[in-house]
């Protein structure tokens, strides 16, 4: 993300109020990736270009194809709402109704917007840590598109293609994707650990498009929808002797939306109807024997309207209405829960230099009851290129279905029906800079997320009647600082820096686990020959993550290792229309986990050819 330099266009952002808004005036603390920052990665997973986000920690449990999710502020994995194009896809089956991040390939992605902080009052109660929001592309002008394919390390190709454009004058637009990843892969039980040598493969098929068609000049129909579909590899556990060449599991992802928005009083009003889907399965295998069998799926309803009395303030309200359901061979009756949520917010600005927001939530919870939150935000502009921000937020998460009613390796009570739900308090206050007309961008921020009852596996009581999920006593604090800062050096020279300390403890003092204290990138990015070219650096770093090693007896705490991480992406325009990219990953060979006993890759390279049309 570029610093706004004088005189240009100020940037807009939706997902803090769910209208667009200047990302001047918002008081929550929000980072944007745009289609062209994604595009210097030359990435393959979303995963990938998040990491270098401040207050953002990822992990995955080995190659690709196996478990990975992203962490904000400190919260677990399924304090982390996903939308892509609208569509709420995280999993009802999954243990915590998280999203599993390591079957989500970039297709045409075109913009990441991530808020940070309880996000319960526009979003509900699964967005505890914040909001990943992905946006694809829509389609505008003439036909244009890519075709690429690619060969690299472990085995792996990849290739696929995208295309975009508009129609009549741009009243439709349309943009569809398509890739295919099959990779040999490497042990997911780490190979410096003895008995681990066979590799864990991964295929994965993905495509998607959304379409946005305008019935009349007041009425815009919307479109959108994935797919993915595919196996991928693992072993039976991280640590020693873990390797197990036959287990795996085959998935299906697939979520669609459709919407119409409504806009009348000369933009004025403006209002949205829509019903989304997203259903997954996983079917687990073990030497071509059939394994353990897992189905999600949430339906929403949801609507809501945004009033403009005058330019400098909004009114939105909104309701939805939401059914979670999972299912698993353990239990083929399953089982659902509804949740219905009404929500409100204004958002104010006086003088010019001064922006508040005050929103309020109301969820009815088929199972707890109702249960409120709120937030506040404010911005303030005290001096040119300024901005003092903050935001005071509530949070509420009700245990999921599978920490509740789940079944799991033999274990009827892997579940724990007697769960308190999770609540939760969020408070953050920073101080941004811009500086030399624009061409910098300093960001400052302090933050602290109190959380009553969060609940969490615990793995010491695996296989005895105990539950395997409890509430931790008492309340969990998660606080540090976040920094940040977007330097563009020269014209062809950009700098991006994110830095993020973090301490994560329990009410004795106790730290968690799995939440690294120190998490730092560094992105340089250098446009060459007037564009034909372009060289990407990434230097990133995370440290002091506590786990726990369960191959003694008794279980012992450890802490991981403090990678250093060097990645490389490269273009090189060969003739209009034909580039030629490379991708590297850890040049410099650093030997690390982001789990205890599960493997990472070594220096890794890929080559491709792309097509633009």
């Known amino acids: 993300m570029k610093a706004a330099g004088a005189g240009e266009v100020p940037e807009i952002v939706v997902t803090p109020t769910r209208f667009p808004t200047e990302l001047g005036r918002v008081g929550s603390s929000v980072s944007v990736l745009t289609g062209e920052d994604i595009a210097r990665r030359e990435a393959q997973f979303a995963l990938d270009v998040l990491s270098s986000l401040p207050g953002l920690a990822t992990q995955q449990l080995g190659p690709p194809g196996t478990s990975s999710s992203v962490r904000l502020r400190g919260q677990g994995p399924e304090g982390t709402l996903l939308l892509i194009d609208g569509i709420e896809v995280s999993d009802p089956a999954q243990a915590q109704t998280q999203f599993d991040f390591s079957q989500l390939l970039l297709g045409s992605v075109d913009r990441i917007e991530v808020l940070r902080g309880s996000q319960s009052v526009l979003y509900g109660g699964d967005a505890v840590g914040g909001v990943v929001n992905i946006l694809t592309e829509r389609g505008r002008g003439a036909p244009h598109g890519a075709l690429f394919a690619e060969a690299g390390s472990f085995g792996t190709l990849t290739g696929g293609g995208r295309i975009a454009g508009g129609l009549g004058a741009d009243r439709i637009g349309y943009s569809a994707y398509a890739q295919y990843l099959v990779s040999d892969g490497f042990s997911a039980a780490d190979t410096d650990l003895p008995g681990n040598d066979e590799a864990d493969g991964y295929e994965n098929s993905s495509f998607g498009g959304r379409l946005d068609a305008v019935l009349t000049d007041g009425a815009l129909l919307k479109l959108a929808g994935r797919f993915a579909e595919g196996t991928a590899s693992f072993d039976a556990c991280g640590g020693a002797f873990c390797d197990d060449p036959d287990r795996g599991e085959h998935f299906v992802q697939i979520a669609g939306r459709a919407a119409l928005e409504l806009t009348a009083l000369e933009g004025a009003l403006t209002g949205e109807v829509g019903i989304g889907h997203a259903g997954t399965e996983h079917e687990g295998f073990d030497d071509e024997a059939r394994g353990a069998l897992y189905r999600g799926a949430r339906t929403k309803i949801d609507g809501h309207a945004t009033w403009l009395p005058h330019p400098d303030h909004a009114i939105l309200l909104g309701a939805e209405t939401e059914l979670e359901a999972a299912e698993t061979d353990l239990d083929p009756d399953g089982s659902d829960i509804r949740i219905d949520g009404y929500y409100a917010l204004y958002q104010g600005t006086f003088g010019g230099i001064l922006t508040l927001s005050a929103g309020g939530r109301i969820d009815d919870h088929e199972t707890f009851g109702s249960f409120s939150t709120h937030r506040f935000t404010l911005a303030l502009h005290p001096l040119p290129g300024m901005k003092i921000h903050a935001s005071q937020s509530t949070g509420f998460r009700a245990p999921s279905l599978f920490e509740l009613f789940g079944a799991c390796c033999g274990d009827p009570n892997f579940g724990n029906p007697a769960l308190d739900p999770e609540e939760s308090r969020s408070v953050d206050a920073g101080v941004e800079q811009t500086l030399w007309s624009g061409r910098a961008r300093l960001d400052l921020t302090w933050f602290r997320i109190t959380t009553r009852n969060e609940i969490i596996f615990d793995g010491t009581v695996f296989g005895d009647p105990s539950p395997n999920y409890v509430n931790v006593p008492g309340r969990t604090r998660s606080e540090g600082i976040e920094a940040s800062a977007d330097l563009r050096l020269t014209g062809a020279l950009d700098l991006r820096l994110a830095y993020t300390v973090n301490e994560v403890t329990a009410d004795d003092g106790r730290r968690l686990q799995n939440r690294p204290r120190h998490v730092g990138s560094a992105n340089l990015n250098a446009e060459l020959w007037e ?58 060979d650093a030997d690390y986990q982001t789990e205890f006993g599960y493997g990472t890759a070594g220096p890794s390279a890929s080559l491709g050819l792309r097509l633009t049309l």
Do not use: C, H, Q
């Open 531 to 588: 564009g034909r070219g372009n060289v990407n650096l990434t230097l990133s770093y995370f440290a002091d993550t506590l786990d726990t090693d369960f191959s003694t007896f008794p279980a012992r705490e450890v802490k991981l290792e403090d990678p250093l991480l060097l990645s490389l992406a490269a273009r090189l325009a060969l003739r209009p229309g034909v580039e030629a990219y490379l991708r590297a990953g850890n040049l410099l």
